[in-house]
């Protein structure tokens, strides 16, 4: 099994920082591409930073310049380092990972979820 465990979350007024992990835990081979997705409320889930193994990164524009993604390997955790945030920022952050895993012979892929962290940009 494998476990997507997020933290960092939080209450922080407009300007300021905050810092989002996600360690990825369980029956393990190799990890592609990570991920963080938002979810604001009524609104449908957004990719917001994707970065692959090889440590190729994409943002969604409204993030670009402000937001940056960064993954340990060793550790088997990515980062997401948020500046600049705005009230629009306000979202459950959900951690998102391409698993390669080692069953009973074969290799699998599955895609995971973390359970979601909220951050409340607000004055």
Do not use: H
């Amino acid at each position: 099994q494998v476990q997507l465990v997020e933290s960092g979350g939080g209450l922080v007024q407009p300007g300021g920082s905050l810092r989002l992990s996600c360690v990825v835990s369980g029956n393990i081979f190799s990890i592609n591409t990570m991920g963080w997705y938002r979810q604001a409320p009524g609104k449908q889930r957004e990719l917001v930073a994707g970065i692959t193994s090889g440590g190729s990164t994409e943002y969604a524009d409204s993030v670009k310049g402000r937001f940056t993604i960064s993954r340990d390997n060793a550790k088997n955790t990515v980062y997401l380092q948020m500046n600049s945030l705005k009230p629009e920022d306000t979202a459950v952050y959900y951690c998102n990972a391409d698993v390669q895993y080692f069953s009973g012979g074969y290799y699998y892929s599955q895609n995971y979820w973390g359970q979601g962290t909220q951050v409340t940009v607000s004055s």
